[in-house]
């Protein structure tokens, strides 16, 4: 069996064989004392130093949230259309568009509109440019346009088609050419107008605006002659418009005695006065009339209606020399 263990005297003699090093208490790590580490300022101080610890670390958390919440914001706002690049834009009120189409807000059309003597981009850069923001309509515009200028007015008509698509009111087509014409922009309002007679076939104002939209964009006389058969076509014909197109059809061929004495049936009709206005003092100046032409265009530059017809008014009293 073994020995038993040696015990304490009376006096608290260490007995033999044990030092007085070995009952002596652990040293406290270097550079604290255990009197310090246990005392209530030592406690504070660890207690301090955790809060920071938790604090940075809550803070960093917050950071990165706010750095999330921020990007989805842009890439929100990057899928909003671009509603107010035209001189008429308005904000919608609902939610982010879909690629390529336009909300039942009639005031999102306001955007595929451009100023008067805008800069226009290389046709490849619009190509790259719309593809990746199809809901931008403003690009869309300049696109169809740089089609037109490159010849290509099927690609055209193809941009108006799919950003117009499913607009059946002829009153949003209406506000767009206007805009356009006014922006000195008329083969593009043409095919804004094309577009919107598909939706809503026969309507008399927009084959009104459309011949215009073809005039006043010097149009040959192919296009003015199907849209003449179409107003003759027509339910209710509209009649003055009908013979609008002839006047300008006899003004192509050279007939300028007849296209006078069509004008002067179109007048009786005691419609669209400015637009008259405007073909004859065109006849009269290509007669050789210029003092006539001027004194009919000056007419036509005191009505201001319509609008879209200012800027044309003014071009050709200049062309005429009197400005």
């Known amino acids: 069996s073994l020995p038993p263990l040696p015990t304490l005297a009376a006096d608290d003699t260490p007995p033999e064989g044990i030092g007085p090093t070995m009952l002596a208490p652990l040293p406290a790590p270097a550079g604290t004392t255990l009197a310090a580490a246990t005392t209530p300022a030592g406690r504070h101080r660890s207690l301090l130093l955790l809060g920071i610890g938790i604090g940075v670390v809550v803070g960093i958390f917050l950071v990165i949230l706010a750095l999330l919440a921020l990007g989805r914001l842009r890439q929100q706002r990057q899928a909003e259309p671009l509603l107010n690049n035209g001189p008429v834009g308005q904000p919608l009120n609902g939610g982010p568009l879909l690629p390529g189409t336009l909300p039942p807000n009639s005031?999102?059309?306001?955007?595929?509109?451009?100023?008067?003597?805008?800069?226009?981009?290389?046709l490849r850069q619009l190509q790259r440019d719309a593809a990746a923001h199809p809901e931008d309509l403003h690009l869309q515009a300049l696109l169809a346009l740089a089609y037109l200028e490159d010849g290509q007015e099927a690609a055209a008509q193809n941009v108006v088609n799919r950003v117009f698509a499913g607009r059946p009111d002829p009153l949003l087509y209406l506000q767009v050419a206007q805009q356009?014409?006014?922006?000195?922009?008329?083969?593009?309002?043409?095919?804004?107008?094309?577009t919107g007679q598909q939706a809503a076939p026969g309507d008399q104002s927009l084959l009104h605006m459309l011949l215009f939209a073809r005039i006043l964009a010097d149009a040959p006389a192919g296009p003015i002659e199907n849209l003449a058969d179409e107003l003759d076509r027509a339910e209710r014909p509209g009649q003055t418009t009908y013979l609008l197109a002839e006047t300008y059809l006899h003004y192509l061929d050279g007939d300028l005695e007849e296209a006078l004495a069509t004008l002067d049936e179109a007048r009786t009709g005691g419609t669209y006065q400015r637009e008259i206005e405007y073909l004859e003092g065109l006849v009269q100046w290509d007669l050789g009339q210029p003092a006539r032409a001027t004194t009919v265009l000056r007419r036509a530059e005191l009505n201001d209606s319509p609008p879209w017809l200012t800027p044309y008014v003014h071009r050709l009293l200049e062309e005429i020399g009197e400005t």
Do not use: D, G, T
Request: hydrophobic share 65%; aromatic share 6%; net charge negative.
């Open 107 to 122: 005031n999102a059309l306001a955007s595929f509109v451009l100023q008067p003597n805008e800069f226009l981009p290389p």
């Open 180 to 194: 356009l014409m006014i922006a000195e922009e008329p083969a593009l309002a043409a095919l804004v107008l094309v």
